[in-house]
């Protein structure tokens, strides 16, 4: 099983995967930090068995023409905001790559983030298949507990 943590808080990306490393010994636990990253590990995601993926909504903006693209003349907003002053929620672009690929559909996510799920859902309409929420707020042992439940395994 691999655990695939998409955090790009500095703190609480060390806090949660030792949390899960504590829980979860045997287990591989990938730290991607912004939506580039998630974007380029996205295939190897689909050929774990057993994978979840722990997804913050508030990631850094990026694009993969910005980010590779030499000399680009992209210039990215300020860090954190999008056109419209509001923050980004690339995460939700993530979620949504993730389950256009017939691939992606039966992999359990579990939002993980700081908004509401009132917030969420307004974003996604509704959560898709295999999507749980789950505040920033609630006990690490919460987000343990919800892991085992989607995997029916224990460490």
Request: charged letters at 30%; a negative charge.
């Amino acid at each position: 099983m691999t655990i695939w943590l998409i955090e790009d808080d500095p703190l609480m990306g060390i806090l949660i995967r030792e949390a899960l490393k504590s829980a979860f010994p045997e287990v591989e636990i990938e730290l991607i930090k912004t939506e580039l990253g998630f974007q380029r590990k996205l295939s190897s995601i689909w050929d774990t068995a057993n994978s979840v993926v722990i997804l913050d909504v508030m990631l850094p903006w990026t694009t993969i023409e910005w980010d590779v693209a030499e000399g680009s003349t992209v210039e990215p907003p300020p860090k954190g905001y999008d056109e419209t002053g509001g923050l980004y929620r690339a995460g939700i672009r993530c979620l949504g790559a993730l389950r256009q690929d017939e691939n992606g559909k039966e992999i359990p996510v579990i939002i993980y983030t700081v908004l509401t799920q009132g917030d969420v859902e307004s974003d996604l309409r509704e959560l898709p298949a295999h999507t749980q929420y789950l505040s920033k707020r609630e006990s690490p042992a919460i987000l343990i507990r919800r892991i085992k439940e989607l995997t029916r395994k224990s460490p």
